[in-house]
């Protein structure tokens, strides 16, 4: 079974466009090599906000990929989002100009940012503030963004969840454990991200819920950190539309949905 390092999106009921979804909120949750949570940030514009993929900075930080939706709006805009490694937001950009989600991210030598739109696989090039520069050929879009495809060993679990081998040989899975069963789900089947470590084999390391706080409801992506430890991008759907939306961290919880 082949399973490719990258993206893996399931989304919530209906479109990406803001008028048929409740407000999504993005999360990064950062996590030690045991699977600990360190911190856990929401990026809440009070629109529809969803993430694609997250890297790592060479500052330490983080950028993540995705969108935003005006409430009302058809159609979403490229965006990328740029954390401090403690979490905290230190910019966000919007690219008006295009259609489309930005699905992947990279930071080039420079520290400047190559990415790459979800559908129509528009190239973008941006500064290190995240401004947008120019557009490059999409024809290239390969060289900067190539398949990495990884094979699992023979496991108990059903896995339909992000996955990425780690430096040490071994595998990490992330996402919703399945009631009273051995699956383990991207999206749907639970509101607590856990992690499962895997050894080379396959056994498990250790298993954990790393999250409790929020109704979140799909694990994007999952990347092992310089530090030896692991960040997590998820989303969750908020029913309500909150009066002072700002970055914050997870120990808020998303109201529930209305009866």
């Not at 909150?242 to 109201?255: G, I, L, T, Y």
């Amino acid at each position: 079974m082949f399973i490719y390092i990258g993206v893996i999106v399931t989304l919530v009921a209906g479109c990406i466009g803001g008028y048929q979804q409740p407000n999504r909120d993005i999360g990064i949750i950062k996590v030690d090599n045991n699977g600990l949570k360190e911190w856990c940030t929401i990026v809440d514009s009070n629109e529809d906000d969803f993430a694609e993929s997250i890297i790592q900075t060479s500052d330490e930080g983080f950028a993540v990929a995705g969108t935003m939706a005006l409430k009302g709006a058809i159609n979403s805009h490229p965006r990328l989002i740029k954390l401090y490694a403690n979490g905290t937001v230190e910019w966000d950009q919007s690219y008006y100009q295009f259609q489309d989600r930005l699905g992947k991210v990279l930071q080039t030598e420079t520290g400047d940012y190559i990415g790459l739109t979800y559908h129509y696989k528009d190239l973008l090039s941006l500064d290190r503030k995240g401004n947008f520069k120019s557009q490059l050929d999409s024809n290239i879009s390969e060289t900067y963004f190539p398949p990495h495809p990884i094979s699992l060993p023979n496991t108990t679990f059903e896995i339909q969840a992000p996955i990425i081998q780690t430096r040490e040989g071994g595998f990490l899975i992330a996402g919703f454990p399945k009631s009273y069963g051995y699956g383990f789900y991207g999206t749907f089947g639970g509101y607590s991200p856990s992690l499962i470590s895997l050894d080379p084999s396959g056994k498990i390391i250790w298993n954990r819920t790393v999250e409790s706080a929020g109704t979140w409801n799909t694990i994007n992506n999952l990347i092992q950190t310089n530090d030896g430890g692991y960040a997590i991008l998820v989303t969750r759907s908020s029913w309500e539309r909150k009066v002072n939306p700002s970055p914050k961290r997870c120990d808020d919880p998303a109201p529930p949905p209305p009866k």
